[in-house]
C-alpha cells in the first residue's frame, strides 16, 4: 500500500514536499541538506534578545473585553459577586512595570468557616507590590482578607476586625487546615520568602504564630498542603516552592514579539519543598527524612491517600519539570514514584508547565483519578488511575483534547455543577506573559461537563456570562456558601476583583458530609466517602491542597437522585471505615462515632 | 561592507582561465558579437531549473554562454562570473578558474540575476552563498515575491524557522489569495510539532485552495488528530471518504488514531495491524499500537510493539518513556527504571542539543559542531545518530 506523502510523521519528508510544491516547483536539483525534525519549542517566554524591543503593554493598560450577555435562566452559573458584598482585589505588583516572574504567580482563596457556624467564610491572599530602590528591586506584600458569610446571602469583610491585616509577605496560596486541632480552622498564608500562620483563638480573631509554631521558610513559598503523614493525630505540613529567583532590573526577556516580557522561569532552578512535622507544639524540618527531590518549580499540589494503604500521599505539578508522586508508607523516607506511575510527563513523555491540580473519580470506579492544567501548546491532563497500578493519560479518548491548548490553565477542579452525580471539570484561564502572539494575557475560563464518565463535553457556553469574560485568572475554589446543595465558584484574577459564581443548577437531593477524625488529623485529609445510591457509588475524597493556591469547601457535597436514604461509607486515614444509612442532608461524621445532623 | 564568505574563494590563476576561455572560444565565438545581453544567461539558467533529464547539459550551456563575457570589468561581467561560479559544480569545470567579483558589484546586479545565481548556489548546497545573494535581493522591492520565496527555502534548510514564518507573513500581505505561503507557515509549525500553529496555517490553506487540494486535507485531519481534535478530523475524514474513498485506504495512520481517540479500539487496532504488516518500521505506528495495546491492558504485546519501535528509531524517547510505563505496570521496576533515566536522558539530551542542531543548520560548513553533536549522540548511546553526525561532519571538512 502506498502511503501519502504528508501522512505519516515524517516531517522533513512531508516538509520538503509541500515546501517544493509550493514554492519551487520543478526546481528541485538537490536533496535538502541534512536536517531532522526537531523538539518542540521551549516554554519559556523567550529570551531572543533584541535591543530596540519596546515593552509588552502592562495588563493594567490593556483593553479589557466585556460580556454584553446577560444571565440566562439556563446558565449554570451567575455572578453575584457585587450583590454578595464581595469585594477584594489581589494585586500582582505589575503596574511598576518591573516585568518580574515574580508577578506572574497569583493568589489564591480558602474556604474557611472561621467562626463555626455552618456558613464558609472566604479568605483572599493579597499580594504585594514591587519597588526599585536605587539599581535594585524591594518586595512589599498587601496583607490579605478576610469575608464573613452572613447566612449565604452577604459577605463582609471582617479582616480588620479579625486582627488579619498585619503581615508585609507578598503572598500567593491559602490553606485551611487546624494545625492545633483545636476545631476552629487557621489559616496559612504562603508567600514569597516567608510563610503566615494565622492561628484562629476562636473568639473571632486570628494571631500570626509562623515564628511560635516554627513554621518558617525563606524560599519562594508557593502554597502549603497540610495532613497527617505519620497519623500521629497532628497536623504536618507541605510547603511548596517554586525557583530560586530573586527580582533582578538588569535582567531582560523577549517574548515571540519581541517586546520585553516577563522572563520564564526555565532560567531558574527549582526550589527543594519543605515538609514540616508537628509535635504537637511546634513544626520541625523532616525534608531530608522524607526525601523529597532536590529541586522542582512546584506550582500545584494536592494530597490524599492516592494509593489507598492508610497513609497520606501527596502529587505534585511543576512548571516545566517532572511531576512528583510520593507515595507514603507511613515511615519516611517518602517514596516518589511519579515516574513509573505515569504522572511525571505528558502522554508523549514531555515535560509539562503544570499549574493547578485536582483529583476525583471521573469515571465512577471509585479510584482517585488525577487531573491538572498546562501551559498553551499542552493539553491538560487527565490521568486514570489504573486499579492502583499506575496512571494511564486519558485526555485524548475524553474529548479533553486540543480543547485547552490556546490557554494557560490555573485554578481547576472536579465537581459535579450540574448534579447529575458525574464530577464535571473547571478550568480557570490567563497568560503569565503580558503580550504574546499566540496566547493572550486575559483568557477565557472553561467548562466541560463529564457525560456519565465516558467524555467531557465542553459546555462553556452555558456557563453564563462570567464565562464569556477574558480576564488573568489564577485561584479558585469550589465552595457551597448559600448551602443550596449546589457548588459555587470563587475565583481570583490578577489585578482585578475577585468573582463569587453561583450555581444556578438544582439537585433533587443531595447528602453533604463534613468529617472529624480521631486517630489522625482532625480535619480528616485523606479520608475516603462512598455514597451508595439505587443507581451506582458516588466517591470523593477530603483533600488538602487542590486547584491553585486554594483550598475548597472541606465538606463533600454529593448530588443524589430523588431517595430516601442512601448508604455513606468513610474509609479514614488507616483503613478504619464505618458506613451509616442517612437520609439526604448535612451530617457531620466522627472517626469511630455516629454521624449526626447539621443545620 | 564586509566580503560575502564565498568571495572568500581563491584567486584563480590568470593561466588557467586564459586556457579555459581559448577552448571555448571557438565555439562560442558567435556568442560574443552578442555578448552585451544577460538575457541568453537568464533564460539558460531558468531552462536548468525547468530540465528534469538533462540537467547537466543545461548547465554545461549556462557556463558556456558565460564565458564570452568573463572578461568584461563591468557589471554585466560580474554577473556572469556569478552564473559561471553558480552553474559550475553541475558541470564539474573548475570554479576557481574565475575570479569572484567584488563585493560592490553584488549591489550593482540585477536582482532577477542575484536570484537566479542564489538558486543555482543553494541547489548545489552552497547555502551560505546563496543566502547573501538573497540577503541583497530582500533589501529591495522588485521581484518581491521572487525573493521571498527563494528566502523561504533557502532559509528554511538553514533552520532559520523564524525568518521563514516572517517571510511567509510578508508573502501572505502580498497576496493574500495565494494558499502557498500558509502552506509554508503550516509546514514549518508541523515540522516543529506545533499543531496549533499548523492547524491555522493548514485550515486557511484549504480555505484559499481550489480545487480541493486533498493531500493537504489529508494532513489537516492528521493535525486534528495530534490534536484531539476528534470532532473536527471526524467530519472532515467522513467527507474524504464520500468525495474520494480511495484516498481513506492512504491514510492508515491517521485513520486509526482518530478511531483510537473516538474509542473504537477493535478497528483501530484492526487497521494499524494490517497497515504494519506492510510497512513494519513506521515507528509512529507502532508507537500507536504499543498505545492501543497498553489500554486494552496486553502489557506484553505492548512491550513488544515499544520495544519494535525504539529499534526503528533509537532516538525516539517516547519509545523509551512508553516502554518505562509498560514495564512497570507489568511489574518490571527495574528495566521500567532504566528505560524511564535512558528517556530522561534523552529529554534532556535533545534539549540540549537541539540547539546545537540548529546551529549546524545555520553553518553549513562547520564540521566542528557536527562532530560536538556526533560525540553528544554518541554519549547517550545513540550510534545511529552519531554516526549520521560523523558522516556529515566528514563530509563538510572534505568539502574544505
Avoid at chain 2, 70 to 92: E, F, H, I, M, Q
Avoid at chain 2, 241 to 257: C, D, K, N, Y
Avoid at chain 2, 347 to 355: P, S, T
Wanted: with cysteine.
Amino acid at each position: 500500500m502506498r502511503v501519502l506523502p504528508g501522512v505519516q510523521a515524517h516531517c522533513l519528508a512531508v516538509g520538503f514536499f509541500v515546501l517544493m510544491s509550493a514554492i519551487s516547483a520543478g526546481c528541485g536539483v538537490n536533496a535538502p541538506p541534512e536536517s531532522k525534525p526537531k523538539p518542540t519549542d521551549a516554554l519559556t517566554t523567550g529570551a531572543t534578545e533584541s535591543p530596540n524591543a519596546g515593552n509588552a503593554r502592562l495588563p493594567f493598560a490593556q483593553p479589557v473585553i466585556r460580556s454584553l450577555r446577560s444571565s440566562r435562566d439556563s446558565d449554570w452559573f451567575r455572578e453575584i459577586t457585587a450583590d454578595s458584598g464581595l469585594n477584594f482585589t489581589y494585586r500582582d505588583g505589575s503596574e511598576s512595570g518591573f516585568y518580574q516572574l515574580l508577578e506572574s504567580v497569583g493568589g489564591g482563596v480558602s474556604a474557611i468557616d472561621f467562626d463555626q457556624d455552618g456558613w464558609q467564610d472566604l479568605c483572599f491572599a493579597g499580594g504585594g507590590a514591587i519597588h526599585r530602590q536605587n539599581d535594585s528591586l524591594t518586595v512589599t506584600g498587601r496583607h490579605q482578607a478576610l469575608y464573613r458569610n452572613s447566612g449565604g446571602s452577604f459577605l463582609t469583610d471582617v479582616t480588620a476586625l479579625c486582627g488579619l491585616q498585619a503581615g508585609q509577605l507578598y503572598t500567593h496560596g491559602t490553606l485551611t487546615t487546624d494545625i492545633d486541632t483545636d476545631g476552629f480552622p487557621d489559616l496559612i498564608i504562603a508567600g514569597y520568602r516567608g510563610l503566615q500562620v494565622w492561628w484562629n483563638a476562636g473568639d473571632g480573631s486570628f494571631l500570626e504564630t509562623s515564628a511560635r509554631h516554627g513554621v518558617v521558610s525563606d524560599r519562594w513559598n508557593i502554597t502549603v498542603a497540610a495532613g497527617d503523614i505519620d497519623r500521629d493525630s497532628l497536623v504536618d505540613l507541605y510547603v511548596l516552592t517554586y525557583a530560586d529567583w530573586t527580582p533582578d532590573l538588569a535582567r531582560v526577556c523577549h517574548n515571540d514579539q519581541r517586546l520585553k516580557d516577563i522572563c520564564g522561569p526555565t532560567g531558574f532552578p527549582g526550589t527543594r519543598d519543605l515538609l514540616l512535622r508537628s509535635d504537637g507544639h511546634r513544626f520541625h524540618d523532616a525534608t531530608d527524612q522524607a526525601q523529597l527531590v532536590a529541586g522542582n518549580r512546584g506550582l500545584g499540589i494536592v494530597s490524599a491517600d492516592i494509593d489507598q494503604n492508610g497513609h497520606l500521599d501527596f502529587f505534585v505539578v511543576n512548571d516545566v519539570e517532572e511531576n512528583q508522586l510520593y507515595l507514603n508508607s507511613g515511615t519516611l523516607p517518602l517514596k516518589e514514584d511519579g515516574v513509573l506511575a505515569g504522572v511525571a510527563y505528558s502522554s508523549t513523555g514531555q515535560r509539562e508547565g503544570s499549574m493547578g491540580v485536582d483529583l476525583g473519580d471521573f469515571d465512577g470506579d471509585e479510584l482517585a483519578d488525577l487531573w491538572y492544567t498546562n501551559y498553551s501548546h499542552q493539553d491538560n491532563s487527565l490521568l486514570r488511575n489504573e486499579h492502583n497500578n499506575g496512571f494511564l493519560h486519558y485526555a485524548d479518548i475524553t474529548g479533553l483534547s486540543g480543547v485547552s491548548r490556546k490557554w494557560v490553565g490555573f485554578g481547576t477542579g472536579f465537581s459535579d455543577f450540574d448534579c447529575d452525580g458525574w464530577p464535571d471539570l473547571y478550568v480557570i484561564n490567563g497568560h503569565v506573559a503580558y503580550e504574546r502572539l499566540d496566547s493572550p494575557y486575559f483568557q477565557p475560563p472553561q467548562l466541560f461537563r463529564n457525560d456519565r464518565g465516558q467524555r467531557f463535553t465542553d459546555v462553556t457556553d452555558i456557563g453564563g456570562a462570567y464565562f464569556e469574560h477574558s480576564r488573568s485568572g489564577r485561584g479558585s475554589a469550589c465552595v457551597d456558601w448559600n448551602n443550596d446543595g449546589a457548588m459555587d465558584l470563587v475565583v481570583v484574577h490578577q489585578n482585578e476583583p475577585v468573582s463569587l459564581l453561583q450555581n444556578q443548577n438544582a439537585a433533587e437531593s443531595w447528602i453533604r458530609v463534613r468529617l472529624i477524625a480521631r486517630n489522625t488529623e482532625r480535619t480528616a485529609t485523606g479520608a475516603k466517602v462512598s455514597v451508595r445510591t439505587s443507581e451506582r457509588m458516588l466517591t470523593q475524597w477530603i483533600i488538602s491542597g487542590g486547584s491553585y493556591l486554594s483550598s475548597n469547601d472541606r465538606r463533600l457535597l454529593f448530588s443524589l437522585p430523588d431517595e430516601e436514604s442512601v448508604t455513606v461509607t468513610v474509609t479514614w486515614l488507616g483503613g478504619m471505615s464505618q458506613t451509616h444509612r442517612l437520609p439526604p442532608g448535612n451530617y457531620t461524621i466522627i472517626e469511630g462515632g455516629r454521624a449526626y445532623a447539621t443545620p | 561592507m564586509p566580503l560575502p564568505d564565498f568571495l572568500r574563494l581563491r584567486a584563480i590563476p590568470a593561466a588557467v582561465l586564459l586556457s579555459l576561455t581559448a577552448v571555448s572560444v571557438g565555439v562560442y565565438a558567435f556568442m560574443r558579437a552578442d555578448g552585451n545581453s544577460l538575457v541568453p544567461l537568464r533564460r539558460a539558467a531558468q531552462d536548468l531549473f525547468s530540465t528534469e533529464s538533462d540537467r547537466e547539459s543545461a548547465a554545461q550551456r549556462l557556463v558556456d554562454l558565460t564565458i564570452p563575457m568573463l572578461d568584461r570589468s563591468d557589471t554585466t561581467g560580474s554577473t556572469a562570473k556569478l552564473y559561471y561560479l553558480g552553474a559550475a559544480p553541475l558541470t564539474g569545470v573548475d570554479p576557481s578558474a574565475v575570479s569572484v567579483p567584488p563585493a560592490k558589484e553584488l549591489f550593482a546586479m540585477e536582482t532577477v540575476d542575484l536570484l537566479s545565481i542564489a538558486r543555482l548556489m543553494y541547489h548545489t548546497r552552497r547555502f551560505g552563498p546563496a543566502d547573501q545573494l538573497v540577503e541583497i535581493s530582500l533589501q529591495r522591492q522588485d521581484s518581491r515575491i521572487d525573493a521571498l520565496r527563494l528566502a523561504i527555502e533557502v532559509r528554511m534548510d538553514l533552520g532559520r524557522d523564524v525568518d521563514v514564518l516572517r517571510h511567509a507573513d510578508e508573502w501572505i500581505q502580498l497576496e493574500p489569495r495565494n494558499p502557498r505561503p500558509h502552506r509554508v507557515q503550516a509546514m514549518v509549525h508541523r515540522n516543529h510539532g506545533r499543531w496549533d500553529h499548523f492547524i491555522i496555517s493548514a485550515e486557511k490553506a484549504v480555505d484559499l485552495t481550489t480545487p480541493v487540494d486533498w493531500v493537504l486535507q489529508i494532513e489537516l485531519i492528521d493535525g486534528y488528530t495530534h490534536l484531539g481534535r476528534s470532532d473536527d478530523a471526524r467530519r472532515e475524514f467522513d467527507r474524504l471518504a464520500r468525495f474520494r474513498p480511495e484516498l481513506v485506504q492512504m491514510a492508515p495512520v491517521t485513520h486509526s488514531r482518530l478511531l483510537l481517540q473516538e474509542g473504537n479500539y477493535r478497528e483501530s487496532g484492526s487497521i494499524i495491524r494490517k497497515y504494519l504488516s506492510e510497512a513494519p518500521d513506521d515507528t509512529e505506528a507502532l508507537l500507536m499500537l504499543g498505545k492501543l495495546e497498553l489500554a486494552q491492558g496486553d502489557l506484553e504485546s505492548a512491550i513488544q510493539t515499544f520495544e519494535r519501535a525504539k529499534k526503528s528509531d533509537p532516538a525516539d524517547e517516547q519509545a523509551y518513556y512508553l516502554l518505562g510505563q509498560t514495564c512497570a505496570r507489568s511489574g518490571q521496576r527495574e528495566l521500567a527504571a532504566d528505560y524511564s533515566n535512558l528517556h530522561r536522558k534523552l529529554l534532556d539530551a535533545k534539549v540540549r542539543m537541539y540547539g546545537m542542531e540548529q546551529q549546524a543548520a545555520r553553518e553549513p560548513f562547520d564540521a566542528q559542531i557536527r562532530y560536538q553533536l556526533a560525540q553528544s549522540y554518541r554519549e547517550i548511546g545513540l550510534k545511529d545518530l552519531a554516526d549520521f553526525w560523523d558522516r556529515a561532519a566528514r563530509g563538510v571538512a572534505a568539502a574544505q
